[in-house]
Structures are given as structure tokens and as C-alpha cells.
């Protein structure tokens, strides 16, 4: 049954399997991102092309002034991008406090305005060790607080939440997605860096699914 819904869309390549996954399903789809203070728009360019490309209603959002609240993440403060792979100590200092309940909440907010019937995003396993805002408990927790906090109860779901990026890479193979129109590179710069954590668990991935990453990457 088609309904309409609204998906967190930061453009990169999980947010972008979510974003074609709730369009698949037949859902009337609205795209929500945000710009929080993060490093660069790279992503946020890229979403706004896809959105364009699809006919997708799309908003991007500036909430950057939370960051006089929020501080101690390389991704937005001026603290050097850890190299390595998530599961390294180093990669926590990625984590921006509450993040993903911020932006959940003014989802949900915009879902409800809209008479949406649940918001859309793309945690998966692969975060769980190092996100604590994408993890299982988090997430059943959220969709219980959001059908609860609004006369029109808005589900929190995300379809991946259980499998890792190999899977989600492989739903979206099957779909035919076009992964050249996303961005995870935590660096801005003209080519990914190829060795944050994002970069790796990105090639890790179409390493695992037998393709080659369609993006150009810095020698």
C-alpha cells in the first residue's frame, strides 16, 4: 500500500539505497537533508541532483548553528579526519553528540506536518559499533517515543538496520542504482581520500559484491 513518507537523505550511498528502497516499495517519497556544520556539501550537492533528476520534493535544511552547542567531532570541528577502518578506537571522534535523535526529530516534525506516515534512514550494522544513535535499541526506542509524541503517530524505520553495507550495496545492485551519484568521502576534496573509515567500509563493500567503485579515488 503506497503511503507517503520521508526519507533522511544526506547522499551518500546508504541514505541513497534507502531513498530508491522507499521509492521501490511505491511510497510518495519527500527528501529531507541537512546541513549540521559538516566539513563540506559534497553529499548534500549530490542529493540535490538526484532529488532533481527523480522529481523528488526536497529541503535542505541549515540547522549549523547547533554547533555552538555541539562540539569534539572531526566532522565538524577543526579536528583532524581519522584514517582507518570504524572499528579503530580513533574512528569515535566521527561521532556528532545526538546527531542522528536531532535530526530524527525534526523529521518526524516535518512528517507529521506533512501527514507522513514515517521517516526513512539508512542505519545499518556496520554502525553500530561506533554510532550508538544507529543501533538497534536506539532505533526501536525512537519509533516508539515518535508514534507516541504526535496526535498522528510517525513510524521510524530503517530498512537496513540489520545487515551491513555488503548487503545494502547488493539491494541496491539488484535495483540498478547508479552509485557514481553518491558521496561518503568524509574529505570534500575533488577525489575520495580512500582511507577514512567511510572511504574503506565503502570499497570493502563493492569489493564484497565484485565491482568496482564507480567514483575516483586520490592515489
Not at 542504482?177 to 580512500?194: E, F, H, I, M, P
Amino acid at each position: 500500500m503506497s503511503q507517503k513518507v520521508v526519507v533522511i537523505y544526506s547522499g551518500g550511498m546508504d541514505s541513497f539505497t534507502v531513498l530508491h528502497k522507499a521509492l521501490q516499495e511505491g511510497n510518495e517519497v519527500l527528501a529531507l537533508s541537512f546541513n549540521y556544520g559538516q566539513r563540506h556539501v559534497k553529499e548534500l550537492e549530490v542529493a540535490a541532483n538526484v532529488c532533481k533528476q527523480h522529481g523528488i520534493p526536497h529541503k535542505v535544511v541549515d540547522i549549523t548553528a547547533i554547533n555552538s552547542l555541539l562540539s569534539g567531532s572531526s566532522l565538524t570541528d577543526d579536528i583532524d579526519i581519522p584514517e582507518g577502518h570504524y572499528e579503530e578506537e580513533s574512528m569515535k571522534s566521527t561521532v556528532v553528540p545526538n546527531r542522528n535523535m536531532i535530526l530524527l526529530s525534526l523529521a518526524i516534525g516535518y512528517a507529521v506536518s506533512e501527514n507522513a506516515s514515517a521517516v526513512y534512514y539508512g542505519a545499518h550494522s556496520g554502525d553500530h559499533a561506533i554510532y550508538p544513535d544507529c543501533r538497534p535499541e536506539f532505533v526501536r526506542q525512537m519509533d516508539v517515543v515518535s508514534k507516541m509524541a504526535n496526535y498522528d503517530p510517525v513510524a521510524v524505520h530503517a530498512p537496513y538496520l540489520d545487515v551491513d553495507k555488503n548487503a545494502i550495496l547488493a539491494d541496491g545492485l539488484k535495483m540498478g542504482l547508479d552509485y557514481s551519484q553518491t558521496w561518503t568521502c568524509y574529505n570534500g576534496r575533488d577525489k575520495a581520500c580512500g582511507k577514512c573509515g567511510a572511504c574503506q567500509e565503502r570499497l570493502e563493500a563493492f569489493t564484497a559484491n565484485g565491482m568496482e567503485d564507480p567514483i575516483l579515488y586520490e592515489e
